[in-house]
């Protein structure tokens, strides 16, 4: 895939429920998921790839950066927002892209409506965002599990405290 069909997958809103009717009138099985994809790890890959077994589609909402300091604090985002979606929509598994402002994923999961909502879990069933809306129409929520040993959080420490946060680290 090219860096311009990676682009063209990071939806607006509109085009976003555009998508969703495309897909619902073909009878696709519309599966979402949202997170912050900081610094994209195997973890996130493996949990996006389970994410789309269950459907046809996979719609994945990133948070947008007010929304991702909001959550994770001063330091983060470490990648701006249109990088981290660039970088989910050129995952093969990944068929949309779309990027929200809100602290929570509750507009973005009523605009799309989807028939599943995949979330790690390590969430606690009640209190998954979005699980009311998706019910509410008779869709389902589906725990995956969270794959242990990767986490964004681990991997900025890590670097911060190998690196020092005044010096720079070694370039790729």
């Not at 994945?60 to 660039?86: F, H, L, Q, T, W």
Request: charged share 25%; hydrophobic share 40%.
């Amino acid at each position: 895939m090219n860096v311009g069909a990676a682009h063209a997958r990071v939806l607006t809103q509109p085009q976003t429920r555009a998508l969703v009717e495309r897909l619902r009138s073909a009878g696709r099985r519309i599966v979402f998921t949202n997170g912050v994809f900081d610094v994209l790890h195997p973890g996130h890959v493996r949990y996006l790839r389970e994410a789309r077994s269950f459907g046809d589609a996979l719609i994945v909402g990133v948070n947008a950066d007010a929304s991702v300091r909001c959550n994770k604090g001063p330091g983060r985002p470490i990648n701006p927002e249109s990088e981290r979606a660039e970088i989910v929509a050129a995952l093969e598994v990944v068929d949309a892209v779309v990027i929200f402002g809100e602290d929570t994923p509750a507009a973005i999961i009523r605009l799309v409506q989807p028939d599943v909502l995949v979330k790690g879990d390590d969430w606690p069933p009640d209190q998954i965002v979005g699980r009311d809306t998706v019910e509410a129409r008779g869709g389902e929520v589906i725990l995956v599990s969270v794959e242990q040993g990767y986490s964004t959080t681990s991997i900025v420490e890590k670097v911060r405290s190998t690196y020092g946060r005044s010096r720079t680290a070694p370039s790729d």
